[in-house]
């Protein structure tokens, strides 16, 4: 009779073990959640995903082309020959050297006027280039807000990309 009362200890620590529930705990029940959540999210937006990627590809290069490019000016007056400003009377090489300088200050005003011309141009092409950019990764936000990086100028997470593209269960975990 003794020997029973030994194993009831036993038998309870058994018992409890095995009426012990197998249901996930609240923490593994929301990872579980988020991940069909993010696998949903990920299968309803596989067949659109690649185009907006490239939208947001070819918006960032355009801006990037556009802040690449310099201004050019304009070729300026050809400086007097004094090759042949020697074989002119002073008068003639005085009447020469007016002109050219005419010729270049002229050439400034054209300049200065055409540089604010594309200097306006630049900025404008840059703020559309640059709002085009922000469209396309605002698209991408509302897709999945972790496909970009942070930061002042928008730019892809790669990683996460990768990841959100294959649309497999065991990725999200």
């Known amino acids: 009779m003794i020997r029973r009362f030994r194993l009831l200890p036993l038998l309870a620590v058994l018992l409890l073990a095995s009426c012990r529930s197998n249901a996930p705990s609240p923490q593994e029940r929301e990872r579980l959640a988020e991940q069909q959540r993010l696998l949903s999210l990920c299968k309803r937006h596989?067949?659109?995903?690649?185009?907006?990627?490239?939208?947001?590809?070819?918006?960032?290069?355009?801006?990037?082309?556009?802040?690449?490019?310099?201004?050019?000016?304009?070729?300026?007056?050809?400086?007097?020959?004094?090759?042949?400003?020697?074989?002119?009377?002073?008068?003639?090489?005085?009447?020469?050297?007016?002109?050219?300088?005419?010729?270049?200050?002229?050439w400034r005003r054209q300049e200065a006027e055409r540089r604010e011309r594309w200097e306006r141009q630049q900025t404008s092409e840059e703020a559309t280039a640059a709002e085009a950019l922000n469209r396309a990764a605002a698209a991408l936000r509302q897709v999945y807000p972790e496909l970009l990086l942070a930061g002042a100028e928008p730019r892809l997470n790669q990683p996460e990309l990768e990841r959100f593209s294959r649309c497999q269960p065991e990725q999200f975990r």
Do not use: C, H, M, W
Request: a negative charge; hydrophobic letters at 35%.
């Open 46 to 106: 596989q067949e659109r995903l690649p185009a907006l990627v490239e939208r947001f590809n070819t918006a960032q290069a355009q801006l990037t082309a556009v802040r690449a490019k310099a201004y050019v000016p304009g070729p300026a007056p050809q400086p007097l020959d004094p090759e042949e400003q020697r074989r002119l009377t002073i008068y003639d090489q005085q009447a020469e050297q007016d002109l050219y300088e005419q010729a270049v200050d002229a």
